[in-house]
């Protein structure tokens, strides 16, 4: 059984506004959907835990901050940044 990912508001816009600004969209695009897909699967075991159900994933270029709702089936994308190129 998957789970539903939301994303909030400002996280789509940071993301909508990290993909404008970007020389790589594909290489935007292609994080996204990638988070996408691990959060739907089961996002209790993606990226790192933080305090009260969140956990921080990192998929190069994106990195994204989410509550995870394991009752609900539920992840909730709160934040969503650019990791600066090495």
């Known amino acids: 059984m998957s789970f539903r990912v939301i994303w909030q ?12 600004q970007s020389r790589f ?3 935007i695009n292609e ?6 897909q ?4 089961d996002p209790s075991v993606v990226g790192e ?3 009260n159900d969140r956990r921080v ?3 190069r270029p994106l990195a994204v901050e989410v509550e995870v709702d394991l009752a609900r089936r ?12 090495l």
Do not use: Y
């Open 25 to 27: 969209r594909a290489r």
């Open 31 to 36: 994080a996204a959907a990638s988070i996408d």
């Open 49 to 51: 835990s933080r305090a």
């Open 74 to 85: 539920i992840a909730l994308v709160l934040a969503v940044w650019q990791i600066p190129e």
């Open 9 to 20: 508001p400002e996280a789509e816009q940071e993301l909508a506004r990290i993909w404008l």
């Open 38 to 41: 691990a959060l739907q699967r």
């Open 57 to 59: 994933i990192f998929n």
